[in-house]
């Protein structure tokens, strides 16, 4: 598995061969709060770079969840739609949102390092 | 105009609260913990809640301010004892809600805690039924401290002995640290609990004794989700000018005398739907699943027509599921009836249900 990168959006991904595994980040689910809400999308669903691909929602509201990488849904974590509350406790390990098949690796190349996206979680407070 | 804060603000910031604007105000929303702990320690234990953004509205007069008010109040405020208090409204002309509320009556008149946001036209509009004699003070160097849960009671009465001999929706002065404070057993959240008065140079003290005692800092958040699982309304949201109590399902809060006897305003239009019912009426609804159908979501009929709209909507900590207010057309609010509820496009099953969702359990 490959080392995790970050998005603006506040998503992980990380990469073995072809296949992307994404989920939001330590820092988003802070800024959600208590998550009571998850929709995972199916299997053989196409989603686009920073197209909208699943739903979290805290107590305070609901959000989408974007794929940072565009390919072919291969799986939803469906443990994470009966347990939304375990995406609190472990966002980025077993609460992984969806799997999906990349086309083009660039994409993933092209998101922030662990660091980077700390930093811009700095300077981009909210 | 500028935003404005409570006595607390600091205090809040200390406890690790994030703030949002509320009607005019930078409130908390929630604390360290979040409102879901937030929400269950309430129920449990007791939380406290800054709630000094209301408008605490004093009357002062003779007989007459009686009869202004019942005006605009269809509560029975001739009969309503000395350090009792009733929930109700003001209506306007045809009926509508300007805001509800809480009266009590006081030794001098009356003291009507009136919601943030509709203060200052609440205000203008009892106002227009007022007398030359008759003093009224919005007093805002008092801060209003809701206190609540389970071991409200307990806490709060070895601090000001007496406090547990209230009954529910009623009140008295005490002493505390040389002063009177107004203490009422109410509440907004389906739990035992007080309302405290204080003035603004005590009300840390206070806190901080609330806090020795476990009591945790409860912020909009979860006033929120407790209020919605009682089956409360929030006005501006279940409630607003365009509704009338009948349509609100809150004709229990029209005194049963005034009913008949009228003289407030819109009671033509009230006296009509009491007796033939409204078109659209609230009801509570529960998902079948997880999903939340929040403000403004689609009600459908099982035949797929459109029958009504959610006015609030979350999960419901207690409850475990989530939960939801709205109005549908009369003929499908009895329990049960199967709904659906569009949510981001997609229809899901959901029931109306009885209110509250979460059974109260207050001190009568």
Known sequence: MSEKKFSKKHEWVSLDGDVATVGITKHATEMLGDIVFVEVPDAGKAVEKEGQAAVVESTKAASDVYSPISGEITEGNKAIADDPGSVNTDPEGASWFFKLKIKDKGEYDSLMSKDEYDKFCKENPS | ?????????????????????????????????????????????????????????????????????????????????????????????????????????????????????????????????????????????????????????????????????????????????????????????????????????KVEKFIDYLISNKVKPVGLGARDTLRLEAGLCLYGHDLNEKINPVEANLKWAIAKKRREVGGFNGWETIKDLLAKGSEKIRVGIKPDGKVIARENTKIFSSENNEIGFVTSGTFGPSVNAPVAMGYVKSEFSEIGTSIQLEV?????????????????????
């Open chain 2, 344 to 364: 981001r496009g997609k229809k899901y099953g959901g029931k109306i249900s009885e209110l509250p969702f979460y059974k109260k359990s207050y001190v009568k």
């Open chain 2, 1 to 201: 105009m500028e935003i404005q804060k409570t006595a607390l603000y600091n205090y809040h910031k200390n406890l690790g609260a994030k703030f949002v604007p509320f009607a005019g105000y930078e409130m908390p929303i929630q604390y360290k913990e979040g409102i879901v702990k937030e929400h269950i320690s309430t129920r449990t234990h007791a939380g406290f809640f800054d709630v000094s953004h209301m408008g605490q509205f004093f009357l002062e007069g003779d007989e007459t301010l009686i009869e202004s008010l019942e005006k605009i109040i269809p509560a029975d405020l001739k009969n309503l004892k000395i350090n009792h208090s009733k929930y109700s409204f003001l209506l306007n002309n045809e009926g509508g809600i300007i805001d509800d509320l809480i009266i009590t009556r006081t030794e001098k008149g009356f003291c009507i805690i009136l919601n943030a946001a509709c203060k200052e036209n609440d205000i203008k509009q009892i106002s227009q039924f007022l007398k030359d004699n008759h003093k009224h003070l919005l007093n805002n160097n008092l801060s209003l401290i809701a206190l609540q849960g389970p071991k409200s009671v307990e806490i709060l009465d070895k601090l000001i002995p007496g406090v547990a001999n209230l009954k529910f929706m009623t009140g008295n002065n005490f002493d505390y640290e040389g002063e009177k404070l107004y203490v009422t057993r109410s509440g907004y959240t389906g739990e035992d609990g007080f309302e405290i008065s204080i003035s603004n140079n």
